[in-house]
């Protein structure tokens, strides 16, 4: 069983900037696939980012060049580096790990942009 737990969020401007980090209670972290996803009312909920075990990247299309996902298996914590903030991206935020069929969930974490 891995538990995730999610930090970082909270309120911010259009414009600025928040970290999000998701710290993994597996000793096994560094093989898991690690991935962020975001949910907002009435929507449902998709992927942001996603870093393999390997460290390769990839993005949403609405979040490229703006958002940087990254690892440090040392920590076994995967961060979420959100610039640029928009309002369209205030969504609770959830920390997902997955390898082969095993997946787990974090509790997420509210973002909010707004003025």
């Known amino acids: 069983q891995v538990q995730l737990v999610e930090s970082g969020g909270g309120l911010v401007q259009p414009g600025g900037s928040l970290r999000l980090s998701c710290a993994a209670s597996a000793s096994i972290f560094s093989i898991y696939a690690m991935s962020w996803y975001r949910q907002a009312p009435g929507n449902q909920r998709e992927l942001v980012a996603r870093?393999?075990?390997?460290?390769?990247?990839n993005y949403a299309d609405s979040v490229q060049g703006r958002f940087t996902i990254s690892r440090d298996n040392a920590k076994n914590t995967v961060y979420l580096q959100m610039n640029r903030l928009k309002p369209e991206d205030t969504a609770v935020y959830y920390c997902h790990a997955d390898r082969l069929i095993t997946k787990y969930w974090g509790q997420g974490t509210q973002v909010t942009v707004s003025s």
């Open positions: 870093i393999g075990s390997s460290g390769s990247t």
